[in-house]
C-alpha cells in the first residue's frame, strides 16, 4: 500500500477532496487503508490549523470553517473504519484471519492479525462500535458530528467516541414483530387489497384454499386484537 504524501501546496479542501475520491473508488481493504490513511492526515492537519488559529487569537468565523474541515475529515475517516470493520469481521466468519480464542492456524500456516493487515484492536473495537451506531440508526454518525459544530465545539474523534458511546441503544427487534410489520405492508406493496377475495381464492389449488379456511379464523382472531391493541 502506498503511503500517502502531503505536498507542500496541498490545502485543506485538497487533501479532504482526495480522501473522498479514494474512499469512493475504494475496492479493496489496501485502497480502503490508504483512504483512511488520506483522511487521517486530512484532520490532523485541520486539527493544527484550528489550534494555531486559536492561538493566534483568530477571528471565530476563520476556526468555524477549519472547524467544519475537520468535521469532514473525521466524517471519512469514520466511513473508512466502519468499512473496515465489516470487511474484517466478514473475513474472520470465513476463516481468512484471527480470530480471539481459536488457535489462528489454517493448514498449518498462521492467519494474519488485526495489526498485519493495517489495523489496530483498539481502533478495530471503536470502528465496530461506530458501524453498530449507524447499523441501529443509519446516518447517525454524521448527524452526531453535525451538531458537535453546530454547538460551536471542535469535532474530534474523541468527542465523536464520547457522544455514540452515550447514547442511548435502542431496543432491537423482535424479529417476529417485524415480520408481522412486514407481511401487512404486503398487502399494500402487491395489491393485495386491490383485489376480491373470491377472486384470488378461485386462482388457488384445492390445498390451497384448504389452508386458508383452516387458517383464516385464527388468523382474523389475530389482526382483530392488534387492531384492538394499535
Do not use: C
Amino acid at each position: 500500500m502506498n503511503v500517502p504524501v502531503i505536498a507542500p501546496n496541498d490545502t485543506l479542501p485538497t487533501l479532504i477532496d482526495r480522501a473522498t475520491a479514494a474512499l469512493a473508488s475504494a475496492r479493496t481493504s489496501g485502497e480502503v487503508l490508504e483512504a483512511r490513511d488520506m483522511a487521517r492526515m486530512a484532520y490532523d492537519a485541520a486539527k493544527s490549523a484550528a489550534r494555531i488559529m486559536k492561538a493566534k487569537e483568530a477571528h471565530d468565523s476563520l476556526i468555524a470553517d477549519v472547524h467544519r474541515a475537520q468535521a469532514h475529515a473525521l466524517a471519512i475517516r469514520a466511513r473508512a473504519e466502519m468499512r473496515l470493520a465489516e470487511e474484517y469481521d466478514i473475513a474472520q466468519e470465513g476463516g481468512e484471519v484471527a480470530r480471539p480464542g481459536n488457535p489462528n492456524f489454517s493448514e498449518g500456516e498462521k492467519l494474519p492479525s488485526a495489526r498485519d493487515v493495517g489495523l489496530q484492536p483498539k481502533d478495530l473495537h471503536e470502528a465496530r462500535v461506530m458501524r453498530d451506531a449507524e447499523r441501529a440508526e443509519p446516518g447517525v454518525i454524521q448527524r452526531t458530528i453535525n451538531r458537535i459544530v453546530e454547538r460551536g465545539e471542535e469535532p474530534t474523534r474523541a468527542a465523536l467516541k464520547r457522544e455514540i458511546a452515550a447514547k442511548p441503544q435502542p431496543k432491537p427487534m423482535n424479529p417476529k414483530a417485524l415480520w408481522l410489520w412486514g407481511r401487512l405492508k404486503d398487502f399494500e406493496r402487491e395489491g393485495v387489497l386491490d383485489h376480491a377475495a373470491l377472486f384470488l381464492l378461485n386462482e388457488m389449488t384445492a390445498p390451497m384454499r384448504e389452508d386458508v379456511r383452516r387458517l383464516a379464523p385464527r388468523v382474523r382472531e389475530f389482526l382483530q386484537e392488534v387492531e384492538a391493541e394499535a
